[in-house]
């Protein structure tokens, strides 16, 4: 689809001179362009504008409103807007709110329609003749026949230009279209003003809808809209140089919104001098986060204070739109992305009055009760919020033990702090002090405390680690666990860890949407595979367990899933993907995961796909996986070279701390690309912390075979069949081909023919932070750099097997090392 529309943004003689220095323009545009300001002024009515649109594609509605005499009817619409309170417009299309702001005008001169309820406006805007309302921009997917008349439509409105007699208004059969049970389009609309600041606001949201029954093109744009000169501004999607999410609902809309579709994003901006169209154009990329909902909105009181979230209901899909706040703690200001796995069990413990059912709630009646650190240190979970108390000018950030949910920052000297689920949200911000802003993840087991001042700026007081991975939380003195046995024979912690993963399974279990599991065949996937399905049965759940598995013809992985499925029974799926696919896809994973590291992209792309595929074929959302064994329970063939066994739990303990700039980062990218979110059971609190409190001896690889503990703990359960319990380590990334043709020889192929050897030897000057070594580093490296110039320290170092000289970390080029340990 190409579009082309480019509007002025400023000034009312900025029409004539912009449009007469466009090529594109037609003799008769060309002809109104040269009429005076004056007789611009004195013209009435819409002006309607098609520039280039595919035909079979979209049909593209844009209003135009340029006259000061509307400023009264836009007051009346803002008075009209706020008397309707706040609308979010879960889980709809938008419709409702444009029925009930929108009604027939009494004059010829038409109201602009508008579906955002949540708009306020003081008197300082009426002082400076300025006004904010929502413009109303529709495009929708119609039937064919009636393409081509709203096409003819379009054509003689463009031509007729600013004639004085008003023109139809295009919404109305916009409205009627959107009202067909035919159709279930995309509506949005936007009040943002590209001069001003968000001082300028005292409280914005936007609300809108998001509703993809088969992701049909549908385009969401901004209207910026100014009583003085009420105008319109739409960039050129189709080039690279545009904002990313403006370019992927614009150009490739049906395969770029498959990428960018997934869980929960939060976004947070203090002390911003940004306009507030920056701010929001920031806000959107990370709208594939959620697809259910959007908001943002200002903070009371503070002028440069705002938040933005974007929702996959996953949990009570009514009530969980955020900034959470409750009508008891008025002054808190919660937004999160997560799970709290043990919120009911707080809830009946102290006696929490829920205002919502919505998990995160608990964290505001903890915070209130006894502060930030017993908060935190109370939640059993994954999750990373932003906490803001204006009662007591405090800002808070947190993050899980292991990082299972991202979270990025950026923060000036002078004060100015800007927070987000993942960084593509926060590198096109720009700083007066700073104008290139440094942006770095968040510390997993942190919290961060820091000081509001009155101008929205703020001051870090402390940064505080929690929770270290092999301490016990304090949040198990509260939960429903039975009790562990006590010592450390071998018989007594093979029942205990069953007791932690049978619960660590079980508390995951909460959510109102449809439960699938991905199987690779190995044995971490398919232990956790095998209880899920007992637990779901035992729970009554009302519909099969659904697993995916992935790989190419002969691929290893595909045969022990399909063995693992027939065993426990459960509802089978087999993706099945070519070399060329797998290459295909790079770009869109490298862009997704935001790292440039070799193993991680390797294994990347294997865990996109079949994302993917479950997102588009099974109407499974929640989605259990085996991240985290391999880093617990010293499950790499390199730990067969472990000098001894405290260095091999040194090395265990330090992989679990790394996770969040590898497996789990891949985990959480590549299943949220598709809007799935991804529950890792052996990351719980209690299962992990109990493990690593193991004696060290019990943990190391033993007899040839590592996790040796892992499959002696469930030997005798019946869970899986012998074979698949005790099937030797295979990489995801190496399982999903045959042993033949590994994945990581054929990317090495392909690379071979897009790197050359002047490309490698200048690679120290063009990259000197982690230089590549390698052409498929090269090659990874190239494109990271193409999505996040000058952004290459987000991965402090590559992924590498340890105490030996392996240069490549394919687990299939070890395996000779494990033989070797084992002579």
């Not at 993942?422 to 961060?448: D, M, N, Q, R």
Request: glycine content about 6%; hydrophobic content about 35%.
């Amino acid at each position: 689809m190409n579009l082309e529309i480019d509007f002025p943004l400023s000034g009312k003689g900025d029409v004539s001179k912009r449009e007469s220095e466009s090529e594109s323009e037609s003799e008769s545009e060309s002809e109104s362009e040269s009429e005076s300001e004056s007789e611009s002024e004195s013209k009435k009515g819409w002006v309607l504008r098609r520039k280039q649109l595919r035909a079979d594609e979209l049909d593209l509605c844009i209003v135009l409103l340029r006259k000061q005499t509307l400023a009264a009817q836009a007051l009346n619409q803002m008075e009209r807007i706020q008397s309707h309170g706040r609308y979010t417009g879960d889980q709809t299309t938008g419709v409702q709110a444009l029925q009930r702001v929108s009604s027939k005008p009494k004059s010829r001169e038409r109201e602009p329609h508008s579906s955002s309820l949540d708009l306020q406006t003081e008197a300082r805007f009426k002082n400076k003749g300025t006004v904010w309302l929502c413009g109303y921009l529709h495009a929708l997917e119609m039937p064919a026949s009636r393409m081509e008349g709203r096409r003819a439509d379009i054509q003689k409105y463009s031509q007729r230009g600013q004639e004085q007699e008003p023109l139809p208004e295009p919404a109305d059969a916009c409205l009627e279209a959107t009202c067909s049970p035919e159709r279930t389009p995309f509506s949005s609309a936007f009040a943002l003003n590209k001069e001003a600041t968000s001082s300028e606001i005292s409280s914005f949201s936007w609300a809108s809808a998001f509703s993809y029954p088969q992701l049909s093109p549908l385009l969401p744009l901004v209207i910026f809209l100014e009583v003085k000169h009420l105008c319109a501004d739409i960039k050129d999607c189709t080039t690279n140089a545009q904002p990313l999410w403006l370019t992927s609902v614009a150009a490739g809309i049906k395969e770029r919104l498959q990428l960018i579709r997934s869980m929960c994003g939060i976004w947070a901006l203090f002390g911003s001098d940004d306009c507030l169209s920056v701010q929001c154009l920031s806000a959107m990329k990370i709208a594939h986060r959620g697809p259910d909902a959007f908001r943002f909105e200002n903070v009371n009181g503070y002028t440069n204070c705002c938040f933005g979230f974007h929702r996959l209901a996953v949990v009570d899909p009514l009530f969980g739109m955020q900034p959470l706040r409750v009508r008891k703690y008025p002054y808190l200001w919660l937004c999160y992305n997560g799970e709290i796995y043990n919120h009911k069990a707080l809830q009946e413990r102290f006696e929490f009055e829920y205002q919502t059912n919505v998990d995160g709630e608990v964290i505001l009646h903890l915070y209130d009760k006894g502060g930030i650190e017993q908060t935190i240190s109370m939640l059993d979970g994954v999750f990373a919020f932003i906490l803001l108390d204006t009662a007591n000018k405090k800002v808070f950030l947190g993050r899980d033990t292991y990082g299972v949910r991202p979270l990025f920052k950026a923060m000036t000297e002078d004060g100015f702090l800007a927070v987000c689920s993942e960084a593509k949200g926060l590198i096109s911000l720009k700083h007066s002090s700073t104008p290139f802003l440094k942006v770095e993840p968040f510390l997993p087991g942190h919290y961060e405390v820091l000081d509001l001042k009155p101008n929205g700026k703020v001051a870090s007081v402390e940064m505080v680690k929690y929770h270290h991975c092999t301490d016990e939380p304090l949040h198990a003195l509260y939960d429903n666990v039975e009790k562990l046995f006590p010592g450390f024979e071998l018989e007594t912690v093979k029942s205990n860890l069953r007791i932690l993963f049978d619960n660590a399974i079980r508390k995951r279990l909460m959510t109102d949407r449809r439960i699938g599991c991905l199987l690779s065949g190995g044995l971490d996937s398919s232990l956790v595979a095998a209880s899920l399905l007992k637990q779901l049965k035992e729970a009554q759940v009302q519909y099969p367990l659904q697993t995916f598995a992935i790989g190419m013809e002969d691929s290893p992985d595909l045969l022990a899933a399909r063995k693992v499925a027939n065993y426990i029974g459960s509802e089978h799926h087999e993706v099945l993907f070519n070399s060329e696919e797998g290459i295909q896809a790079l770009d869109e994973v490298i862009f997704s995961l935001e790292t440039y590291d070799i193993t991680t992209v390797r294994a990347s792309v294997g865990m996109y796909l079949i994302s993917k595929y479950i997102r588009k074929n099974t109407d499974s959302v929640v989605i259990f996986s085996g991240e985290g064994s391999d880093e617990l329970t010293q499950g790499y063939i390199y730990f067969h070279k472990a000098p001894s066994p405290e260095k091999a739990e040194e090395e265990s303990e330090r992989l679990l701390k790394e996770l969040y700039l590898f497996d789990v980062l891949r985990a959480d990218r590549t299943t949220a690309a598709h809007g799935l979110e991804l529950r890792v059971p052996f990351l719980d609190h209690r299962f992990s912390s109990y493990y690593l409190s193991l004696p060290p001896e019990m943990r190391i690889p033993k007899n040839g075979i590592e996790k040796h503990l892992l499959r002696e703990t469930f030997e005798d359960s019946n869970l899986l069949p012998k074979e698949i319990l005790w099937r030797p380590k295979e990489a995801f990334s190496d399982g999903i081909t045959s042993v033949k043709n590994s994945w990581f020889k054929i990317l090495q192929d392909y690379v071979e023919h897009q790197v050359d050897d002047a490309m490698m030897a200048t690679a120290a000057q063009r990259f000197p932070f982690n230089t590549p070594q390698t052409k498929e580093g090269y090659y990874y490296r190239q494109i990271f750099e193409r999505h996040y110039p000058g952004r290459a320290d987000w991965l402090t170092h590559y992924w590498m097997p340890k105490w030996i000289n392996a240069t490549d970390p394919s687990a299939r080029t070890l395996s000779h090392y494990k033989s070797f340990a084992e002579a």
